[in-house]
């Protein structure tokens, strides 16, 4: 028999340790929120393969579509022979996305290849360079996504030099005490210090952090943003990887402040476990970019097209906006349950619209000191008692709940009965 640490220590010897893996065990197969390892042993998916399945492992919609694909053709480039998932995709989500205006899609295979992208078309369409992200912002591994990730550990350690003209500010997280205003202060510290907003294309950032902590950005910083942008000339990016399709109870998460960005990202959940990605953004600004300046080679992959057409149809036939609220609801009900309690660790920091709904391990009840250790001690029970859990956040003292939207309201309930377990004091 195929055992999880005969495969580790394969692993180990095979594949560098630069790509970690959160858990040790080896996936054999899965369906919608449940998961077996090649053991034969069940667990409760509260990890949806890092964001990317609101509609759940292997959605029969989406299996059929893709089935049907693959009966035509797998890849032609498109910038060989183009293909109409592509267009149709991009006509979908032209439609759907919070653009002023005409809109126009591009597509790609990674969420850091979208993320550079949109950098590339700001770039083009402005004759700027500069670009400023923020503090806990996570945007890829590339060599410019990397510098764009507000985070130095593990990301960018031994990685440099950066790509110049990258710049920084904090993102306002209360209970890390920074408030908008200070927020805002800093940008304007940049602007005098650093890089005059001239010479700057784009501020990217997500309207919820995902792996920075599932922080969401307050709709009056957003505004701001959106006015300073407009007063210089900037573009707003808005990096909807993590937060968008359904998650937060909106197509996008920036749906939540009302604020209109000039880009969009897109990738993990558009394509239900297919490898898609994608920048949706003002028509103007989207044809800055000359003919042969963007694509590649699996860019739009037209299998990954077809799931991605068939995920938008199950979103709304199964009305997964509405799902994530309501799973988001119980979700955060019973959460609320497990604070000050003292046969459990101490909790703090319940938050989240809809479905991205996350939490923090603390040194003590009552307080807000992060306590990252606990919160890897958390992932570690909860996958002994048969939980995939993930933590994120600056610190690693979050614990970040994505259970698909499509998840039966008894398996949520079983998972987080098995969250209350893993936190449990001994
Ligand atoms: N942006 C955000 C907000 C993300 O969460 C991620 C992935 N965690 C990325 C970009 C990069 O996506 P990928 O890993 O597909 O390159």
């Not at 003209?165 to 205003?181: D, K, L, S, W």
């Not at 993590?242 to 880009?263: N, W």
Request: proline share 5%; glycine share 10%; aromatic share 6%.
């Amino acid at each position: 028999m195929r055992t999880n640490s005969a495969l580790l220590a394969r692993r180990s010897a095979a594949v560098p340790r630069g790509v970690s893996t959160a858990t040790p065990i080896f996936a054999d197969r899965a369906e919608n929120g449940e998961l077996w390892d090649i053991e034969g042993r069940r667990y409760v998916d509260f990890a949806g393969g890092i964001a990317v399945l609101n509609t759940g492992h292997r959605h029969p919609r989406v299996i059929a579509a893709v089935q049907a694909q693959l009966e035509r053709y797998t890849h032609t480039a498109f910038q060989v022979s183009a293909y109409e998932p592509y267009v149709a995709l991009a006509e979908r989500l032209n439609t759907l996305a919070p653009i002023e205006g005409p809109a126009k899609t591009i597509l790609f295979t990674t969420g850091a290849e979208a993320a550079e992208n949109a950098v590339k078309i700001a770039r083009a369409a402005t004759g700027r360079s500069a670009v400023i992200a923020f503090t806990g912002g996570f945007h890829g591994r590339t060599m410019l996504t990397m510098a764009l990730t507000g985070k130095a550990l593990p990301y960018k350690r031994l990685f440099g030099p950066m790509p110049g003209e990258v710049f920084h500010a904090p993102f306002p997280i209360a209970h890390y005490g920074i408030t908008v205003e200070q927020s805002l202060k800093a940008l304007e510290f940049i602007f005098k210090a650093d890089v005059e907003p001239e010479r700057v294309a784009a501020i990217i950032l997500e309207p919820v952090q995902g792996e920075g902590g599932f922080h969401q950005a307050p709709p009056e910083f957003m505004k701001a943003l959106r006015a300073l942008c407009d007063r210089h000339g900037i573009l707003l990016i808005d990096d909807e990887i993590q937060a968008g399709f359904g998650r937060t109870g909106r197509m996008f998460g920036i749906e939540h402040t009302g604020v209109k960005p000039d880009l969009i990202t897109v990738a993990k959940s558009l394509a239900g476990g297919f490898p898609l990605a994608g920048v949706i953004g003002r028509a103007d600004v989207m044809d800055a970019a000359e003919p042969g300046g963007l694509g590649g080679t699996y860019a739009g992959s037209p299998v990954a097209c077809a799931a991605a057409l068939a995920v938008l149809e199950v979103m709304e036939e199964e009305q997964l906006l509405a799902r994530a609220a309501h799973l988001g609801a119980r979700t955060r009900a019973r959460l609320e349950t497990f604070v000050g309690r003292n046969d459990l660790r101490p909790i703090a920091g319940i938050r989240g619209p809809g479905a991205m709904i996350a939490f923090d391990l603390v040194a003590s009840h009552g307080a807000h000191e992060p306590d990252g250790a606990a919160a890897k001690a958390v992932t570690a029970k909860a996958l002994e008692g048969g939980l995939i859990l993930l933590s994120c956040g600056v610190y690693g003292e979050t614990i970040r709940l994505l259970f698909p939207l499509t998840v039966s309201d008894e398996l949520l309930t079983e998972g987080l009965d098995r969250l209350e377990d893993a936190l449990r004091i001994v």
